[in-house]
Every structure is written in C-alpha cells, then in structure tokens.
C-alpha cells in the first residue's frame, strides 16, 4: 500500500508552468534578450501573454505604410524606438494619422527614439520624460530653434533631451531653450555631441545653455576650444557651466574634430599646435565646483600644459570620479619618483582614456596601474612614447580589474606588438581594439622583442576575492618549465575592433596573436583611407575567409565609408570603387554571420556611398544572413540579388551620415522601390 501509494504520488512531474502567475510573471519580467522573449511567447498562450505584458523595450521595424500589421498587443511599453521605420528617414504624408495610432498601441511610452525631419513630426505622449531625435539630411531652411519648439512646448514631462543624431546648427539650441523655460529648467539630461557637426558651441552659446537648464546632471557638448576663434571656450566658460549647473555628474565637452568618423591626422600646417584657454587654476574651480562629479571628458585638439597638479586635486574635489577621458593634456603622470602624481593619484578611476598626450611613457603607465587599481577600461590614443613594456606593465598589475582595452595610433604599437603586451590579461579581456599595422620601422622581430620585454612587477597580485598573492614574473616566453600562470588564448574575448590603412590586408590577423578566440561574437572592422593613391594591393583579397576560424563568430560591422576612391572611371592603374569593394568583400561567405552592417566606400567629389553589383554578388554569398544593414545607396536590382539569400529576413539601406542623400538621381532607391523590395522579401518563406 505505501509502495503504491508512492508510485501514485510521482505519476505527475512538477513543471514550471504549475508556478503561481504573479511568480511566473516577475521570472518572465527578468529576461533581456530579444530573441528568448520570442521565443518564450511562442511556448503557448499562457506564456505569451505574461511575455507581452512584461515587456518594456520594443524596436518597431516595417513599412510605415501598413498601418495595419501595428501591434497592440504590448500594453507595458515604456521605451520605444521608431527610428528604424522603413523607407528610412521618411514619414508618410498623413503623420498625424500614424501619431494616433501609435498613441493608442502604445499608452505608456516614456522614452521615445524617432527619425524626424523636423520636431513636429514628434508624437507627444503625454508622459514622455526622454526624446532621442535622428535626422542626418539638411536642416530646413527655418528660424533658429524653430525645429525643436514643438518638442519642448508639447512634452511638460521631458527630463532628457538626446540630439547625438540629430543635425542642426549650434545656434538652434539656446534660442529653442531660451523660448520655453519652463521645459529647459526640467532638463536633466542634454546630448548634443552629434558627428556631423562642423561647428561646435561658442563660449556664449555654451554659457546660455548652461544658464537656460540650472537642474542639468549630464551635459555632452561638441565645443570650440581653437584660441584663434572669436568667442572660444575657456577658462570662464568652463567655470560659468559649473557654477549655472552645480549637480552635473557627467561633463562631456569635446573639440568637433575628435567626433569625426575619419582619424585626425596631425598636421602642423594645417593643426597648430597653440595651446588651450584651458588652464591649471580653470580645472582646478571646475572640479571644485562640481563635487558630484562621476564622470568627465575634456577632449582637446590644443596643448593643455601642467595639468597633472589639477589632476591630483580632482580625487579631493570629487569623490566620485569613475570615468576620465582628456585629449591633448600634457604631463598627466610625470612617474619622477615612487610616489604617485597626476592622474594616478584617482584610485577610484574604472575608465580611463588618455588621447595624443606627449610626454605619456612606460614608467607613466606603470605608475597610473600602481594608482588606479580599480580600471576595467582602459584606452591609449595617438601617445608616441609608449611603447610595449608599458601597456604589458600595466595589464601586469591590473590583471583582475581590466576588462577592456583600447590601443589606437600609438607610433611604436603595431598589432602584434599590442597583442603581446596584453599576454598576462588574455584569459580575462572581454573587448578589444588595436591597429592592424603589421610592421613598425624599427621594430624589433617577434622573437627578439619577447626576450627582451619580460617585465618584473614589484606589486603585490591581487586575487579574485581580493587576496594578496606572492610576486609574480610575467612572461610571455613559451617556457618548457612551464612558469606561465597563463593560456595563449582569449578565453573570454567577445568583441574584437580593428583599424587598418587603405589597401592593408586583414589575413595576418590570426598569426599575430590571435588564432585562439573561441568566444568570439563579434568584430568590428574600419577602414580607412585614400584608395586613390594606394597601390594594387599585394594579394587580390581583404582576408576575410581568415576570420572563418573563430567558430562563435556570428555579427560583423565592416566600415569602409572613410575610404576614398573612384566612383566613375578609374585612371589607368587605379581600380574604381566596385574593384575595391571586391576586395574587401571577398570571403565573406566563408563566415557563419547573422548580422552584417556595411558601409561602402565612397568618392566624395560626387558625393556618393552606393553597393555595387560586385558588392551585392558577393554578400548574397553569405547564405546564413539574418539582418543586413547597409549604410549608403543602392539600385533596387542590386537589392533583388538578396532575394536568394533563405534566412535573410530584415535588409535596410540607412543613409546615417551627413548630408543623407534625398534620391535625387535616378538610379539610387526610391520609396517605392524600397517598399518593392521588402514586400518580395516578406513574401518569401523562412525556414526557422
């Protein structure tokens, strides 16, 4: 009987459906990933239901045009973003129409993001506290400020104001600030760091917009710090900033030339070398008036001088400094004695960034690691002096902290020199950029330079659970002894940036160091360059059947839209844009990708970004395409080519640069030809 009994009891297996729904509901609420929430939804009805109801962040994509396929059926959603709306960067004629719909699917928006030719295309959610706005064709021919008017004066709730995509003129901001006071002093949060900016804010209008938003915690302005301009920012202006707005957190003020996609190139006949307004005793009343702060850019294209002595004060003044990036600052860690100075004395730093800053050497970075114990990332831009023992003595003392780690256009740092230099964090860095420069005038050969740079850490190591260890000696050398504490492999690398020259080739990326990544998920590639006075490339392929190693790989951004050549006919010996794009493109379906972002290259004297039929041929090829983006112009029968493709199922052309082209010629994509295209691709069938 009691056996029986038993067996009667286990007959029924728990499941985890049999959980109560208000747990079932907050378990449903905790997962992030796009693709398992769908898949959830799909497990039945019940599910499906909870799933919708807990979701919060939704990306609308599809023709605006069908306003019928508009799901209502996720009633919790409070961030919304409407900027991937096909034909992109269009609306249709009836706006207020679509407005009223969305208003009805989607009651509890707060944060809302949208591609607007202008502000009145907004729809005004009576509860909207954040608006990101996306525009990169011309600003219309209208007032100061009239663009964002409608915004401001329709939305009393609205706390962050994100324009980082969004082009208009600097004098834009302060008159539409200055028009609706009310809205500017409930402004908390103010981006206004946009790439496409030639021009950055003047002193004044700096000030007037400081002045106009007195309750500002986050502040990113693109900003003119040239001492030759009339009105340029300096000592009184950073000043006036902190004293109108004493609760800022994070102040982001950059020249407009480090924002550009294209790396500045030092030049001193076109890029004097003046030093900034900016000075000691100007930084040293910044920090003292913004005690709060957490997290400070000051991104020069001018010589801040002495700045190490302010540096020092600014762990005292601000306590909370987490994140730290200056550009052209000079003697930022002297390392003269054992004692720490300049930035080293900010032990509470976890990012620090140090760009083209001239008198940074290895002993420098040696003393920012004994400092700065508590770094995650760390990035070095354009620093001549630095060299392969400082980067390997600093990952050496900062082996349990860095997580991330950033070495671009550093003059004695060539690919496999930086790969080297990080050997003791291999088997914890997660994100990486390097230049893929592959040989350095007077660089010593791989074999030579390992002996010769194993480096003594005289620091106590720090253990996970924050246990001090006994000295170790960190070297890179394939020792038989087996000394090494650890692996040639980038166990936890999942998102790999790489720069390279026009014309360079990619394929001798694995043998210089990186082979072994099993973990790798994504790359991101830039090229950049001008292909017109690049000779023929040595091999006839980019190398990107190379990257067929890393078996996890499966997302790629190739951005070639700084590289420059010949769009028409090419001049005998050169190749045109459609023989580059070949080379570049070539391999790409050896890779298992699912997603692709492509920027094409460009000949800016006729001002064209375009796919050609090469380009097109070859990334058909790539038959495991999910979702492609290509960020330019195309011709709708090069756009049938992916027709073929059977597991693509999301394709749009983004023109996200500035000035986006408005399909003034006759054989580039057209709305209607755009809406051709994706209706033949929804029509297919897909497998999964």
């Known amino acids: 009987m009691a056996d029986g009994g038993g067996t009667a009891s286990t007959d029924r297996s728990t499941h985890l459906d049999d959980l109560p ?22 497990t039945c009805r019940k599910w499906r239901s909870l799933e919708r109801s807990t979701r919060t962040n939704l990306s609308l994509r599809g023709n605006i045009r069908d306003l019928f396929l508009l ?53 005004n959610w009576p509860n909207l506290r954040h608006a990101a706005l996306v525009r990169w064709h011309p600003r219309p021919n209208q007032p100061p400020g009239f663009d964002l008017s409608p915004l401001l004066s329709s939305c009393p709730n609205l706390t962050s104001l994100d324009l980082s995509r969004f082009y208009c003129w600097p004098e834009d ?50 900003c003119v710090f040239n001492p030759r301009f009339f009105d340029f920012v300096g000592d009184d202006a950073i000043l006036a ?29 076109t890029t004097p070398r003046d030093d900034a307004r900016i000075t000691r005793a100007g930084l040293l009343g910044l920090f003292s008036a913004l005690p709060l702060l957490e997290d400070l850019t000051l991104d020069l294209c001018h010589d801040v001088v002495e700045s190490g002595a302010a540096l020092e004060v600014l762990s005292h003044r601000c306590p909370r400094i987490r994140s730290l990036k200056f550009g052209r600052f000079q003697e930022v860690c002297r390392a003269a004695g054992l004692h720490l100075d300049g930035v080293a004395v900010c032990g509470g730093l976890r990012n620090l960034c140090i760009k083209n800053s001239d ?19 760390f990035e070095i831009h354009g620093c001549a002096l630095v060299s392969e023992t400082g980067i390997r003595r600093l990952a050496a003392v900062l082996r349990s902290t ?114 072994n990544c099993p973990e790798l998920e994504e790359i991101s590639i830039k090229v950049e360059g001008d292909c017109r006075t690049c000779p023929r490339p040595a091999q006839p392929v980019f190398g990107l059947s190379s990257l067929a190693l890393y078996p996890q790989l499966s997302k790629m951004k190739l951005d070639c839209g700084e590289a420059i050549g010949y769009a028409l006919t090419a001049p005998t010996g ?20 699912h997603e692709l972002d492509y920027w094409p290259l460009q000949d800016k004297e006729v001002n064209q ?77 897909i497998p999964d």
């Open 241 to 269: 900033v902190a004293a109108a707005c004493p609760n800022l957190s994070l102040l982001h003020l950059a020249d407009p030339l480090t924002l550009s996609p294209s790396r500045e190139i030092p030049d001193s006949t």
């Open 574 to 593: 050169h190749m045109d844009l459609s023989l580059w794009e070949r080379f570049y493109l070539h391999g790409i379906g050896d890779l298992n990708l």
């Open 402 to 515: 860095l997580k991330e780690v950033i070495i671009s256009d550093c003059r004695n740092l060539d690919a496999a020199s930086s790969l080297r230099a990080l050997g003791p964090i291999r088997d914890r860095i997660e994100r990486l950029h390097i230049d893929c420069i592959w040989e350095k005038p007077g660089t010593l050969p791989a074999d030579v330079a390992t002996d010769d740079l194993d480096c003594v850490v005289d620091e106590f190591e720090f253990d996970e659970e924050g246990m001090s260890s006994k000295k170790c000696r960190y070297s890179d050398q394939n020792n038989n002894g087996g000394s090494e504490f650890w692996c040639k492999t980038f166990n936890r690398l999942r998102s790999l940036s790489l720069w390279l020259p026009a014309g360079e080739l990619l394929s001798p990326l694995p043998e210089s160091g990186l082979e």
């Open 21 to 42: 729904d208000a747990v079932l509901l907050q378990t449903i609420s905790l997962i992030i990933d796009v693709r398992t929430r769908n898949s959830v939804s799909l």
């Open 71 to 123: 799901p209502t059926c996720f009633p919790s959603i409070s961030h919304l973003d409407l900027s991937h709306l096909s034909p992109w960067g269009h609306h249709p004629a009836d706006f207020h129409l679509l407005t009223r719909r969305f208003l009805l699917a989607f009651p509890s928006v707060v944060s809302l993001t949208i591609y607007a030719r202008a502000a009145a295309m907004v729809p």
């Open 609 to 685: 970004r375009s796919l050609s039929l090469p380009a097109s041929g070859l990334i058909q090829g790539c038959l495991s395409l999910r979702k492609l983006f290509i960020h330019g112009t195309a011709n709708e029968h090069f756009m049938r080519f992916f027709l073929g493709m059977p597991n693509l199922r999301d394709v749009q052309l983004r023109e996200d640069y500035y000035p986006a082209p408005d399909n003034d010629m006759s054989t580039e994509m057209r709305v209607d030809s755009c809406s051709r295209f994706e209706d033949a691709l929804n029509r297919r069938v």
């Open 359 to 377: 008198d940074l050497s290895d002993s420098s970075l040696a003393t920012i690691a004994r400092g700065c114990r508590q770094l995650s990332i």
């Open 173 to 222: 901001i302060p008159a539409a600030l200055a028009s609706h006071p009310s809205a500017a002093e409930s402004l908390t949060h103010l981006d206004l760091l946009c790439s496409a900016a030639s021009e950055g804010y003047r002193s004044s209008e700096l000030v007037a917009i400081a002045t106009a938003c007195p309750n500002l915690r986050r502040l990113l302005v693109p």
